[in-house]
């Protein structure tokens, strides 16, 4: 069976970190503030105007009254809005006095955060009524269709936009023009008889790349600044996924784990890591086993693009064993060593929920880890473990400042990254803070362990 929790023991490892992060907030709509500044000019509609409005649902008259215009919004959920552009004539005349010249529309709006304008809909009416399909002229706007995203009857769609647009004043972007222009139905219509245009842009907030503030060995492993090849890592930041994903039996490609995960990747190195966790603040991953030692370069990639390069620092080993915050009590942090029933080496009753009790000479406990480096036989990382293995560097435990008996110390079978030490203890003086001590490569570890022992 394939344990997909990774590093996550069920009811132990509360993998939340402690790192404050500043949250950016996403932009509000409407992406064009309602009330803001409008400038709307033309030329030959009928004739050459400009005025400068408010955007409002509102009709407001120009051109010394022969001309009404006004605006509506539509949101497309929380990211994204139409922005419809309305011009009708007043006295029911042509739109363009002169339908033989360039018929301009020229507007200028504010946009509050920086968007993509990714579609466009226009519409010329008589009295009301969209008229098509329409033909001669009509440059880069196609897709003549009796059915759109926003306006009822014929219409002229096209999607293909994705122009970038800054946050600010948008002066004379938007220009719409035909030359000349007429309207075709079955027997054509007379182009003096329309009255009406409409031009509905939509526009999309431009997501924002993903910036990188902090990666950390796991935490409920020591925290370390530094790391090791097939270690856990957390790294916190901002905009660093669309949304909360983890892992699951689909994501994986027989034994090896994904390396994509809701369109979040992660690099080290230039190597890729298996990404096991995603959120807009935080991403967990298993660092490759192909990045080198030394400083490196981290980059988090999303939809939107790739954060600016993290520097971090990658040691051939980091080991840490696991000792979540919850296991925390009265100022002694204990490791999470477990007895083959499941429960707990602390006090009885230590923390509220988990089941636990004082060790004995002659236990077996088992203790986990990560960063502690190659086995053999080798399994890299992004693999789940299918066999016994042993770490091939020099390990010793100690209990009380006694050194124990391991009877296993390798990969966790069915895990990926976990590292598993089956530990005996040793006969020592009773203590419910008896310290847990081990030393890799003759290099002790730096965490203040403890777990408690009985008679």
């Known amino acids: 069976m394939k344990h997909l929790l990774s590093w996550r023991l069920a009811a132990v490892l509360a993998f939340a970190g402690a790192h404050a992060v500043s949250a950016q907030t996403s932009p509000a709509l409407p992406i064009i503030p309602i009330g803001s500044t409008l400038t709307y000019g033309g030329t030959n509609a009928p004739d050459t105007y400009s005025a400068t409005t408010a955007f409002s649902s509102t009709p407001v008259l120009v051109d010394n009254g022969a001309v009404k215009i006004w605006q509506t919004q539509t949101p497309t959920g929380t990211t994204g809005e139409w922005d419809v552009f309305y011009m009708q004539t007043v006295n029911g005349g042509p739109v363009a006095g002169n339908t033989g010249a360039n018929w301009n529309i020229v507007i200028g709006y504010t946009l509050t955060a920086p968007v993509n304008f990714d579609a466009v809909v226009q519409q010329w009416l008589v009295n009301g009524t969209a008229v098509g399909p329409l033909t001669n002229g009509i440059g880069s706007i196609c897709c003549a269709a009796m059915s759109n995203p926003i306006l009822p009857g014929w219409s002229y769609y096209n999607s293909g936009f994705t122009a970038p647009l800054p946050a600010g004043p948008q002066n004379d972007w938007q220009q719409i023009y035909v030359d000349p222009y007429s309207f075709v139905t079955s027997g054509g219509i007379n182009p003096n008889t329309a009255n009406g245009f409409v031009f509905a842009l939509h526009f999309t907030f431009q997501a924002a790349l993903p910036n990188v503030q902090a990666a950390v060995s796991a935490s409920a492993f020591g925290e370390f600044p530094t790391f090791a090849p097939g270690s856990w890592i957390e790294i916190y930041g901002t905009n660093l996924a669309s949304a909360t994903e983890t892992w699951g039996s689909s994501d994986f490609s027989g034994v090896i784990a994904p390396q994509k995960l809701g369109g979040t990747t992660v690099t080290i190195g230039g190597q890729a890591a298996y990404v096991d966790y995603i959120s807009p603040l935080q991403v967990n991953v298993q660092v490759p086993g192909g990045v080198g030692t030394g400083s490196q370069s981290l980059v988090v990639t999303t939809a939107a693009g790739s954060s600016t390069p993290f520097p971090v620092t990658v040691n051939p080993t980091q080991p840490g064993l696991l000792a979540p915050s919850s296991f925390k009590?009265?100022?002694?942090?204990?490791?999470?060593?477990?007895?083959?029933?499941?429960?707990?080496?602390?006090?009885?009753?230590?923390?509220?929920?988990?089941?636990?009790?004082?060790a004995v000479t002659g236990d077996n406990l088992i203790i986990y880890g990560i960063g502690f480096g190659v086995v053999s036989p080798n399994i890299p990382p992004g693999q789940i473990v299918e066999e016994s293995n042993m770490i091939t560097a020099p390990l010793t435990f100690s209990i009380g400042g006694t050194q124990a008996k391991l009877s296993y110390y390798g990969l966790a079978p069915a895990f990926l990254g976990l590292y598993q030490f089956n530990v005996t203890v040793p006969a020592v003086a009773a203590s419910d803070t008896a310290p847990l001590t081990f030393s890799l490569s003759g290099i002790p570890g730096t965490q203040a362990l403890a777990i408690a022992v009985g008679n």
């Open 329 to 358: 009590v009265g100022g002694t942090q204990y490791a999470v060593a477990q007895f083959t029933d499941g429960s707990f080496a602390m006090p009885p009753g230590a923390v509220s929920g988990v089941t636990s009790r004082r």
